[in-house]
Every structure is written in C-alpha cells, then in structure tokens.
C-alpha cells in the first residue's frame, strides 16, 4: 500500500526566483529541514491560491512531500503563518532583512549542520519580530551580524590587542581580526579610533538581541559598526553582501 505523506513545515522565506509558467521558486528556512527550496507552480498567477503565501521575509507552514536526502521539493500549499506587516511598512527595517536572508543563504549550503541552520532560523526570527515591533534597524542589523560572525567563528576580538595582548586597545582591523593597541595599529598603518567607538563597537560584539532596547538607548547611530561587520564577512568568509549598500544609502539619507 502507498502511503501519501502529507508533511508540514513552519519557514521563513529567505528568497525567491521566478521560474518558468508563472511558477517560483523559493528559498525557506524551514525549523525542521533546514534550508530548503520549494517549487511553488503557477503561483504567479492571478487564479493560485498560494499568491498570497509566498512573500519573502515572512513565516509560513508549507505543505509538501518530505524525501530524505533532498532539498527541492514541491509545494503542495501555503499559509501564512506571519507577515510581520510593520517591518514591511518601515523603509529602513524592510531594507535590513534582504542583508541578513543574504548572508544567512549564502554562509547555510545545502548540507549545513543542522544545529547552525537552526540557530540561523532563531536569529531570523527574533530579527523579523524586532523590527515588526519598530525596533531601530541599525542596532537590530549591528547586533545580528555580530551574532552571525560568531556562529560562523569569525567574531571580532573585542577583549584586547588580536597581535599582542595589550589591554589598552586603540584601532579596529578587520584583516587582523578585532581591536589593535595603538603601536601594533602604526606598524600596519591602521587608523586610531575614538575611545566612545570602540566601546560602540564592544558593546554591539557583546550584546544579544534582546538587549536591542537598552543599546538604543546607549548607542547613537550604528551605521558605522555595520560597515565594519560586513566588511568582517566580505574579507573573512567571502560573501559578498551586495544588499549592504542599499541599506546603508537608506540609512545615511535618514
Ligand atoms: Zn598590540
């Protein structure tokens, strides 16, 4: 006897592809599976019942056929789980999840642990409630990269000097991997930072996101210690992060 198995997955959509007659496809990180894509058929269309389903940066429960070993799948249906409808009203935080679902997509391959997917799936999430509940997307952005870095053991030093040790720390270097003291910064020509900078840039490496509210009421913008996170994944994992600058054009104009 054949069995149709009728699985569900709770996901947040991460991306999504047009693909041939009205169909796309979709990237979701998905709480069980992982990362996974799912073959939405004529979902473009006006008459599909999942047309609604489908928007990137929301949670949903989708329905298809789990196989092991696999991570395309097809799309049976769709619902809505949340749409997290403030964050898309809000130019700066609909900008900051594309940053995030790009760093997350392209650092998750295909058969990444399942402990770090899920992890990834966390950050997503408490990202997505963040900036639905208006949240400042500059700490919220600052605060997830940081976590990314970490989960992808490429964090920033912020205790002291990453080339000798010295407590008395007075640059950051990306290409060395965290805070320089002020003689190891001369030797490779990297510039000083103000002191209020560099406790900015502490803070932001130590916090969790559920301290997003109390740094909003420290820090001023954090515009800067994104630039220098993202640089951070640029030279130390090679991912590209092209919708930074979208992000950043926005956020300087603000
Ligand atoms: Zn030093």
New binding site residues.
């Given amino acids: 006897m054949v069995t149709l198995m009728n699985d569900s997955a709770l996901g947040l959509i991460l991306k999504e592809q047009d693909y041939k007659d009205n169909s796309v496809i979709l990237t979701v990180l998905s709480e069980q599976y992982g990362k996974i894509s799912l073959l939405a058929q004529g979902a473009r269309k006006m008459t599909s019942k999942n047309r609604g389903s489908i928007l990137p940066y929301t949670k949903g429960e989708f329905f298809f056929d789990y196989k092991e070993n696999r991570t395309m799948f097809r799309m049976k249906s769709a619902r809505t789980v949340n749409l997290y409808r403030r964050l898309h009203e809000n130019l700066n935080a609909s900008l900051t999840v594309p940053v995030l679902a790009e760093v997350i997509d392209a650092a998750l391959l295909e058969d990444a642990d399942p402990q770090l997917s899920r992890y990834c799936y966390q950050l997503f999430e408490q990202v997505c409630e963040l900036l639905d509940q208006g949240r400042r997307a500059d700490i919220v952005l600052a605060i997830a990269l940081s976590d990314l870095l970490k989960l992808l053991g490429i964090a920033p030093d912020v205790d002291d000097?990453?080339?000798?040790?010295?407590t008395s720390v007075a640059a950051i270097s990306v290409r060395e991997g965290g805070f320089?003291?002020a003689?190891?910064?001369a030797l490779h020509s990297v510039p000083l930072r103000e002191p209020e900078k560099l406790r900015a840039f502490r803070l932001i490496n130590k916090a969790s996101l559920e301290h997003t509210e109390m740094l909003e009421e420290i820090l001023g913008s954090a515009l800067d210690e994104c630039r220098i996170l993202v640089e951070f994944l640029r030279t130390h994992a090679g991912l590209p992060v092209r919708s930074f600058a979208l992000f950043q054009r926005m956020a300087e104009e603000s």
């Fill in positions: 000097c990453v080339l000798c040790g010295s320089l003291c003689p190891c910064a």
